[in-house]
């Protein structure tokens, strides 16, 4: 029996078939879906979350060859197995070669099928994990050398290899998405589907689809079956990112998912289990929203259960170095630039710099900063050309330049280069307080309580807005 329900599509025109082989893959711990025609079991193909085809060849109306014809032009890998009571050499060629997995003769013994059914899934789940890792080699990869991010590595390691759920926190473009990645790359389900869903970019009004998915007819413009992001996600991980922009009201639903394992599609009649674990993001300050009621306690309490504190490039200045190199190599492969090399100046400007950003900001300051510079190596004129603006990493209250060595306690420093920080992106945007809080990753209403917090004047900036 599987470790996890398989979803078996069975093909065939005779109704006998059809019923027994749902009954024997049931029974064998798979969940089936039969279909007595070609052409509808393409659109459920393309509709829903198949894992194995299982279709007969001779059929009225389009034949399983021609089935497998279609599923090639509308792109679907999924492993098909043909079976057939009047089976040629020359059919069986020809399914071969349009990309059947295997193709068997009528009339099959349960024990044959179902083996073969286990030798496909198994041989299909390589072959993803291998095009995976691929895919992924060389692009997702978290770099380090300081000491913050030894400590945090240490942490992912020990919870990526268990089912517990984790909440990364992080400022804007600290990287949580590869964080996520990267403990499911490390954990029992890698060779399973990563799915993310960015909940502060989805509307609330299309939220619930997105997530459960809907029926055909479900709502207007519902043309078709939808397949939300927990089935999509079956077996793998679901890292919901920005979890505290989520409507409260669709937090309830998340919750019951949680707590259930199913989900209910918009519009559906019947529950669908999924066996997903649950990786979510947020650069909120998760506590004060269950304060306020924007966020409810009971979700809190299910998704932070080990939280992941993700350091800002400010406070993991070692890391610089190499995250220059890496982006500067990945840049050039990318355009078939040459490589270049960092002076020991170069890489102190880039040290100097506020960041505030992170390294999203840095991955596209060393792209503007290849563009610029002319020689093999690049020099610290290169880097202040390409940096938004030319300051060390603090500001003083009136936005010119003030020295890193700055005197008091840490939160006393840290409130004086914020204070600095924005003065000086107050400045360069006009006082305007939407591009201002654009520019340094913020919502518009932190960045107003950030000011009040630092005395920054926001009655008069809002008067000059």
Known sequence: MPAAKA?????????????????????????????????????????????????????????????????????????????????????????????????????????KLLLTIENSLRIARLELENRDLRKRLGRHQILWASAAMK??????????????????????????????????????????PFVTLNCAAIPAELMESELFGHEKGSFTGAASRHVGKFEQAHRGTFFLDEIGDMPVAMQAKLLRVLEEGEIERVGGDRPTPVDVRVIVATHRDLENQVKQGSFREDLYHRVY?????????????????????????????????????????????????????????????????????????????DVRLALPQARPAGGTGDGTVASTSATGTLAERSAH?????????????????????????????????????????????????
């Not at 021609?66 to 020809?94: C, H, N, W, Y």
């Not at 924005?422 to 006082?431: M, S, T, V």
């Not at 201002?436 to 809002?462: F, N, P, W």
């Open 7 to 111: 979803h078996v599509l069975i093909i065939d025109d005779d109704a006998n078939t059809l019923a027994s082989l749902a009954r024997a893959f049931r029974l064998a711990g798979y969940e089936a879906t039969v279909c007595d025609n070609a052409a509808r079991a393409l659109e459920i193909a393309k509709a829903e979350r198949i894992d194995v085809i299982l279709s007969d060849v001779v059929m009225p109306g389009k034949d399983g060859i021609a089935f497998l014809e279609d599923m090639k032009a509308a792109g679907i890998s999924t492993p098909a197995i043909m079976m057939s009571g009047q089976a040629t050499i020359e059919m069986a060629v020809r399914a071969t070669r349009l990309g059947a997995a295997d193709f068997l003769e009528k009339p099959i013994s349960t024990e």
């Open 151 to 192: 400590q945090f590595m240490e942490q992912l390691e020990r919870v990526a290899a268990s089912e517990t759920r984790v909440c990364i926190r992080g400022e804007t473009g600290t990287g949580k998405e590869l964080v996520a990645r990267t403990i499911h790359e490390k954990s029992a389900r890698r060779s399973e």
């Open 305 to 381: 259960v080990f939280p992941l504190m993700l350091p800002p490039l400010r406070e993991r200045r070692e890391d610089i170095p190499v995250l220059a190199a890496h982006f500067a190599r990945q840049v050039a492969d990318q355009n078939s630039w040459k490589t270049k090399t960092f002076s020991a100046e170069a890489i102190e400007e880039l040290e100097n710099y506020a960041w505030p950003g992170n390294v999203r900001e840095l991955r596209n300051v060393i792209e503007r900063v290849l563009l610029l510079s002319t020689g093999d190596t690049i020099q610290a004129g």
């Open 417 to 465: 280069f914020e204070r600095g920080t924005i003065l000086e992106e107050l400045k360069r945007h006009g006082n305007h307080m939407t591009n201002t809080a654009k520019a340094l990753g913020l919502e518009r209403s932190h960045l107003y309580k950030k000011c009040q917090q630092l005395g920054i004047d926001v009655h008069a900036i809002r008067n000059s807005e």
